[in-house]
């Protein structure tokens, strides 16, 4: 069965901490997409990626295809950071399955 | 801003109602999506359209109904909704495969 988890659920931090975000999934990928939704519901894609690793900004995502494994990183978090974070995996049906989300809270 | 624009962000209708939600993209996407969003849950996929022919229709309830018209534009018309239809609903574009997804603002439907 193809599944998705994160963990932790809920997450708060003091501004300026390292943030890390984590996906695991059941079976093999085409790739992993990670998203973030602000409290309005609006949702951005954050970054798509099959291997490695990607950066932008203060954000560092990475995979690891043999742990089936994904880790997202806030570095010198600040409360502008506060949202809904969504992994979601493409099992190669060319749909995407959603995990149930982060929720990162960063306090000043 | 995402360039996927969708009206209304609210809604609240009763289960007799009939109303349409409404998606439009200038990115010039070949693919739009709606997907609904309920409290706690993941993020679950109800239609797809590419190039403006349906090719997933997720086992969604025959009281939303999609509609494209052409490749900007994207409904979802809603009749005789329960409370249970209650959610946040989405609305979605892309390039095309392995594509990452350029999602709208959302509508907040309230099934009264």
């Known amino acids: 069965k193809n599944e998705v988890e994160q963990s932790p659920q809920n997450l708060t931090a003091q501004e300026g901490e390292f943030i890390t975000i984590n996906c695991s999934y059941s079976?093999?990928?085409?790739?992993l997409h990670w998203l973030q939704q602000h409290p309005g519901g609006g949702i951005v894609s954050l970054f798509m990626?099959?291997?490695g690793k990607k950066k932008h900004g203060r954000l560092i995502a990475t995979i690891n295809i043999q742990e089936k494994h994904s880790s997202l990183h806030i570095t010198a978090s600040h409360p502008r950071d506060s949202a809904v974070y969504i992994c979601?995996?493409?099992?190669?049906?060319?749909?995407?399955?959603f995990g149930t989300g982060t929720r990162l809270t960063i306090i000043p | 801003e995402t360039g996927v624009t969708q009206t209304p962000r609210h809604l609240v209708m009763g289960m007799t109602n009939k109303k349409s939600l409404k998606c439009e993209q200038h990115?010039?996407?070949?693919?739009m999506y709606w997907y609904k969003q309920s409290a706690k849950k993941p993020l679950e996929l109800m239609f797809v359209?590419?190039?403006?022919?349906?090719?997933e229709n997720n086992s969604v309830p025959s009281r939303f109904s999609p509609e494209c018209p052409n490749s900007s534009h994207l409904f979802l018309h809603l009749h005789t909704l329960q409370p249970e239809d209650s959610a946040l609903y989405l609305c979605?574009?892309?390039?095309?495969?392995?594509?990452?997804?350029?999602f709208g603002n959302g509508t907040r439907l309230t099934v009264t």
């Open positions: 359209y590419s190039l403006e022919e349906r090719v």
């Open positions: 079976v093999g990928i085409s790739a």
């Open positions: 979601a995996v493409d099992f190669g049906n060319e749909k995407l399955t």
């Open positions: 990115l010039g996407h070949n693919a």
């Open positions: 990626l099959s291997s």
């Open positions: 979605a574009s892309s390039p095309g495969n392995n594509s990452p997804l350029h």
